[in-house]
T-cell receptor, first 110, second 111 residues
């Protein structure tokens, strides 16, 4: 199993640009989530999904959209990037409480 | 030790010593807790978990202690090795779908 994979590893955007961060898992987990990690802030939950077709907001959802059309994929979309969205983004999937994290996407918004 | 939302504390230990990393959690109704290890440039990695109906759980070289009275969680690492150097996070399960993470503690192991 590849576990949780994320692409790209690194991205630079200009303010106002849009992009999609990709996340996929091959463990057949129903629960998937997106976090952002900022210095001194730990990980904060952006959006999560308990299964295909179901998504919900986490602690910091503003500026981000998600969809879950399949069990495997959970993309995160930034419609109009802002400098405040400069962060490291982690996708995770969960089974029986244990979360498995992807390697992260480092995003810089200029 | 760390608390959810505060600055990143550091802990420096000598190789072979035991390490204790502390965490204060916020919600007395939280029923599940996890410790994660994050190495530089990587995603967090599960270490050990504990449910609220327990006060101690042991793994390989690691022990988690839970004190619900004071809402305190600790991670003990026995015979700390250089490979244990990382940032350690505690996380509390607020409800089934909301897991909150602490800011983390940076552990440095001196050879």
């Amino acid at each position: 199993n590849a576990g949780v994979t994320q692409t790209p590893k690194f991205q630079v955007l200009k303010t106002g640009q849009s992009m999609t961060l990709q996340c996929a898992q091959d463990m057949n987990h129903e629960y998937m989530s997106w976090y952002r990690q900022d210095p001194g802030m730990g990980l904060r939950l952006i959006h999560y999904s308990v299964g295909a077709g179901i998504t919900d907001q986490g602690e910091v959802p503003n500026g981000y959209n998600v969809s879950r059309s399949t069990t495997e994929d959970f993309p995160l979309r930034l419609l109009s990037a802002a400098p405040s969205q400069t962060s490291v983004y982690f996708c995770a999937s969960r089974s029986h409480g244990t979360q498995y994290f992807g390697p992260g996407t480092r995003l810089l918004v200029l | 030790g760390e608390s959810v939302g505060l600055h990143l504390p550091t802990l420096s230990v000598q190789e072979g010593d035991n390490s204790i990393i502390n965490c204060a959690y916020s919600n007395s109704a939280s029923d599940y807790f996890i410790w994660y290890k994050q190495e530089s440039g990587k995603g967090p990695q599960f270490i050990i978990d504990i449910r609220s109906n327990m006060d101690k759980r042991q793994g390989q070289r690691v022990t988690v202690l839970l004190n619900k009275t004071v809402k305190h969680l600790s991670l003990q690492i026995a015979a700390t090795q250089p490979g244990d150097s990382a940032v350690y996070f505690c996380a509390e399960n607020m409800n089934n779908n909301d897991m909150r993470f602490g800011a983390g503690t940076r552990l440095t192991v001196k050879p």
